[in-house]
């Protein structure tokens, strides 16, 4: 079981940036597939951004060219850094894990995918 713990969020007006975090243990970060999900209203079904083992990315086109996911594997932590925030960018952000042995081969951006979620934390852009 993969336990995922969010912090980070908070309140900006449009145009601010934010970097969220994800504390990801019970399993080694090698072998545990990551992805944010946003929560809310018009939230989209499928991931925001998603990572594998080998660090390759898959985005949403909406926050393309805008968000950024990354793996900090000295601190078993998923990043997420958001520039030009949107006020439809609101929402709760959830991180979410897929347990792959021995390495995650595919960033998969379907809800499905994923077997372990985190509570969240909120995110607000003002316009």
């Known amino acids: 079981q993969v336990q995922l713990v969010e912090s980070g969020g908070g309140s900006v007006e449009a145009g601010g940036s934010l970097i969220l975090s994800c504390a990801v243990s019970?399993?080694?970060?090698?072998?545990?597939?990551l992805g944010w999900f946003r929560q809310g209203s018009g939230a989209e079904s499928d991931a925001l951004a998603t990572?594998?083992?080998?660090?390759?990315?898959r985005y949403a086109d909406s926050v393309k060219g805008r968000f950024t996911i990354a793996r900090d594997k000295a601190k078993s932590t998923l990043l997420l850094q958001m520039i030009n925030l949107k006020p439809e960018d609101s929402g709760v952000y959830v991180c979410?894990?897929?347990?792959?042995?021995?390495?995650?081969?595919?960033?998969?951006?379907?809800?499905?995918?994923?077997?372990?979620w985190g509570r969240g934390t909120q995110v607000t852009v003002s316009s």
């Open positions: 979410a894990a897929r347990r792959e042995v021995p390495y995650c081969a595919g960033a998969y951006l379907a809800r499905s995918s994923y077997e372990n």
């Open positions: 019970g399993s080694p970060l090698i072998a545990v597939c």
């Open positions: 990572v594998d083992s080998s660090d390759e990315t």
